[in-house]
């Protein structure tokens, strides 16, 4: 087997401690294997091949842990850390599994639940950026309704909006090098959740105070929910300069947030997002934000965190091998022919090109009767992904 399918450090692959900490508990069942602490899921890591390993304040130190037991479980963490060579690329709050948080954190109609939803998040990004964190994720897995009569969309809206600035001008004032990275999920566990899409977060990002340092975080899943293609999802914020960080899993479509091993059910999908991150030279993280089936114990853990690996690098070559092949660049150069002739109706605007283009004749029906060989060209695409080619 090629040996350019095992991880790198500069393949930059990430996972969370909830990720192959997962101990197999959901909604209908409780736990199958058992919790392994944050200094044996470094070792787990550094094993499997990983580059860097990210983290919920509570996956480290637990919410009721005392001063000096947070200061030994750090200690532990960073010599792990030395250990092993692991990084730590970015940190997260849980804003979602203390009771506190039931009805939202940053959107609680509570104003003590708000207060403390700050409270709690100043202090994680401070034990983020102490063990090396440079961006930040939000996923505002509480910041949503059931019944949309006791909470208002506006007003939730502009109260995420008070946090996230207010967090913003704390991270300036501490003079942290740090980015937000905004992370969107249509539902699960609220019934609808505010800001459900990628496209959505771009939108709210240009309204804040220092949206220059608030980008997205999209997840395959979450996108996926949402019956969305998560490449466009995060083509859209390649472009607008806004993917600070990705969420890389499996999800197959109209279930529950399955978080499944990367490219486990969407073959096609997964290659045409590591072609997109490959091909405009994606620098970040490359985090898989899943886990193991409940079936497996820690054997199927450690094959899932390799699983995730394996796929990216065997789709990264993939995408090579499409770039490579003659035919289908042959095929691509035929589609994307142009003569040139329509240049001078694009770019900027001017009055004389509005009136040279209302002025010009287009003979629509043969635009009608041009045809594309997707066709052949996405069976080139099947091809190459099943190997026959
Ligand atoms: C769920 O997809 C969320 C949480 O796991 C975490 O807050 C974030 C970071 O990847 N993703
Ligand atoms: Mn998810
Ligand atoms: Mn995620």
């Known amino acids: 087997m090629p040996s350019s399918y095992l991880p790198r450090p500069e393949h930059k692959f990430t996972f969370g401690l909830w990720t192959v900490g997962n101990t197999g508990a959901d909604p209908f069942g409780k736990a199958v294997r058992s919790a392994l602490t944050p200094v044996e899921l470094v070792h787990l890591l550094a094993e499997a091949g990983a580059w860097g390993v990210n983290f919920h304040d509570n996956d480290l130190v637990p919410i009721d842990a005392t001063a000096a037991e947070r200061d030994k479980i750090v200690a532990?963490?960073?010599?792990?850390?030395?250990?092993?060579?692991?990084?730590?690329?970015?940190?997260?709050?849980?804003?979602?599994?203390?009771?506190?948080?039931?009805?939202?954190?940053?959107?609680?109609?509570?104003?003590?639940?708000?207060?403390?939803?700050?409270?709690?998040?100043?202090?994680?990004?401070?034990?983020?950026?102490?063990?090396?964190?440079?961006?930040?994720?939000?996923?505002?897995?509480?910041?949503?309704?059931?019944?949309?009569?006791?909470?208002?969309?506006?007003?939730?809206g502009q109260r995420f909006r008070e946090a996230l600035n207010f967090l913003c001008e704390y991270a300036i004032d501490q003079k942290y090098d740090l980015k937000f990275a905004?992370?969107?999920?249509?539902?699960?566990?609220?019934?609808?959740?505010?800001?459900?899409?990628?496209?959505?977060?771009?939108?709210?990002?240009?309204?804040?105070?220092?949206?220059?340092?608030?980008?997205?975080?999209?997840e395959m899943a979450h996108e996926h929910m949402a019956g969305l293609n998560f490449m466009h999802a995060v083509a859209q914020a390649w472009g607008a300069g806004k993917l600070f960080h990705i969420d890389l899993n499996d999800q197959n479509y109209a279930r529950y947030d399955q978080d499944l091993r990367f490219g486990s059910q969407n073959v096609k999908a997964a290659f045409f997002l590591v072609k997109f991150l490959e091909d405009v030279g994606y620098a970040g993280s490359r985090h898989f934000d899943a886990h193991a089936y409940r079936t497996d114990n820690l054997d199927g853990v450690k094959a899932f965190a390799k699983g995730c690996m394996r796929t990216y690098l065997i789709l990264k070559e993939k995408a090579e091998q499409f770039k490579a092949d003659a035919e289908i660049q042959a095929l691509l150069a035929e589609i994307n022919a142009d003569d040139g002739s329509m240049n001078q109706f694009f770019g900027l605007y001017s009055t004389g090109k509005a009136a040279v283009l209302k002025a010009h004749e287009f003979d629509r029906l043969a635009l009608g009767k041009r045809g594309q060989p997707y066709e052949k060209l996405d069976q080139l695409t099947i091809d190459l992904l099943l190997g026959a080619r």
């Open 182 to 218: 905004l992370e969107a999920k249509p539902n699960e566990p609220r019934g609808d959740i505010y800001l459900p899409t990628t496209g959505a977060m771009l939108g709210f990002i240009a309204t804040l105070d220092h949206s220059e340092m608030v980008g997205v975080n999209p």
């Open 76 to 156: 532990d963490f960073k010599q792990a850390l030395d250990a092993t060579g692991l990084v730590v690329p970015m940190a997260t709050t849980n804003l979602f599994s203390d009771p506190a948080f039931r009805d939202g954190a940053f959107t609680s109609n509570d104003p003590k639940v708000r207060a403390y939803a700050l409270h709690k998040t100043l202090r994680a990004i401070d034990l983020g950026v102490e063990l090396g964190a440079k961006v930040y994720v939000f996923w505002g897995g509480r910041e949503g309704t059931e019944t949309d009569a006791g909470k208002s969309a506006l007003e939730s």
